[in-house]
């Protein structure tokens, strides 16, 4: 079967997906968010959704939003799915998840090394905005984060 014939479902993150998201995660990332960061950020009520592939959890993202303005603090698809479009289903997802919770402007950091993810948000019409830099570890030092900012309306 197809897996794009498969309808990718959003849910909210609950305590039960903790640990096969703090997994994913660890699988994406040399320096990855624990276990307890995913836990925070549900406690604190932010935007915190998981996409599943039949049945599968396949994807996550963490949104924090305060009153107008929503910032994208993590996401991710599972290795063996990515370039097949899922990241742009679980980024347009929080997109408009974060706009029908008010927010009329989101935000996020991305690491300067990560092409394949600077240019999904160029392509949703996101707009680099300034540089923070030293913001990430990297193996060897710090690397700098790329700063970007979209209009949800």
Do not use: T
């Not at 960061?37 to 998981?50: I, K, M, Q, R």
């Not at 300067?112 to 019409?125: D, I, K, M, P």
């Amino acid at each position: 079967m197809n897996v794009l014939s498969i309808p990718l479902e959003f849910f909210p993150m609950n305590s039960r997906d903790l640990d096969a998201v703090a997994a994913l995660e660890a699988s994406l990332q040399v320096f990855p968010w624990s276990r307890g960061n995913f836990e925070d950020s549900l406690d604190a009520g932010y935007g915190v959704w998981v996409a599943r592939l039949g049945g599968d959890l396949i994807g996550f993202s963490v949104v924090m939003s305060v009153i107008d303005e929503a910032h994208l603090l993590a996401i991710g698809i599972c290795k063996r799915y990515q370039g097949q479009g899922f990241g742009a289903r679980m980024l347009r997802h929080a997109m408009n998840c974060a706009h029908l919770g008010g927010a009329a402007k989101m935000f996020l950091e991305v690491r300067l090394s990560n092409e394949r993810a600077v240019a999904l948000y160029r392509q949703f019409g996101f707009r680099e905005i300034g540089r923070r830099k030293d913001y990430y570890p990297a193996i060897v030092g710090r690397e700098d984060a790329l700063v970007f900012d979209k209009e949800l309306a």
